[in-house]
T-cell receptor, first 111, second 114 residues
């Protein structure tokens, strides 16, 4: 099993749609979880951290299920500017500074 | 600028040549990472530096790859005897020690080995 696995995508959705991305991780000792966004031919940038209690930032909601080793990202009211690749990122174990990136899920929001 | 700076932005080289890629992290950031991203692939961890501690080299794919960080700031990634499979975008990132998760990436160095 790969360390971090994501939905293969691509996701093509109309503007205004709600879209959800899923991610599973293999190391039960992982403690830090993040979603990064990467625009085409650009560097990744942090979108949001994922907390145990779940967290929301505007139209974006992230959730963590430690028992299932599962992370999700929900985007409501999709905008054209949300088109990007979304990367699930997990640290490699308790106290580990090494961050493992998933391959990403590509989102295209269509007018 | 205030961000992570990488050079060169693009490098085309012939198989068998050595290349050096440079990263200038954000001032004050103690942690520095190198990743590489091949076309259509995820980011692959290469090496990590934290302050004066010994670097974590566990991600380097072969002994042709090496990296150093001088004075706790600028880092150089060296690839000796380049192979075509080394073609990728090499991304450097730095992190302020107080923030365990957020990595600030440079724009990358795109390496093409002919």
């Amino acid at each position: 099993r790969k360390e971090v696995e994501q939905d293969p995508g691509p996701f093509n959705v109309p503007e205004g749609a709600t879209v959800a991305f899923n991610c599973t991780y293999s190391n039960s000792a992982s403690q830090s979880f993040f979603w990064y966004r990467q625009d085409c031919r650009k560097e990744p940038k942090l979108l949001m951290s994922v907390y145990s209690s779940g967290n929301e930032d505007g139209r974006f909601t992230a959730q963590l299920n430690r028992a299932s080793q599962y992370i999700s990202l929900l985007i409501r009211d999709s905008k054209l500017s949300d088109s990007a690749t979304y990367l699930c990122v997990v640290n490699s174990g308790a106290g580990s500074y090494q961050l493992t990136f998933g391959k990403g899920t590509k989102l295209s929001v269509i007018p | 600028g205030a961000g992570v700076s990488q050079s060169p932005s693009n490098k085309v080289t012939e198989k068998g040549k050595d290349v050096e890629l440079r990263c200038d992290p954000i001032s004050g950031h103690t942690a520095l990472y190198w990743y590489r991203q091949s076309l259509g692939q995820g980011l692959e961890f290469l090496i990590y530096f934290q302050g004066n501690s010994a670097p974590d080299k566990s991600g380097l794919p072969s002994d042709r790859f090496s990296a150093e960080r001088t004075g706790g700031s600028v880092s150089t990634l060296t690839i000796q005897r380049t192979q075509q499979e080394d073609s990728a975008v090499y991304l450097c990132a730095s992190r302020p020690s107080a923030s365990p998760g957020e990595l600030f990436f440079g724009e990358g160095s795109r390496l093409t080995v002919l």
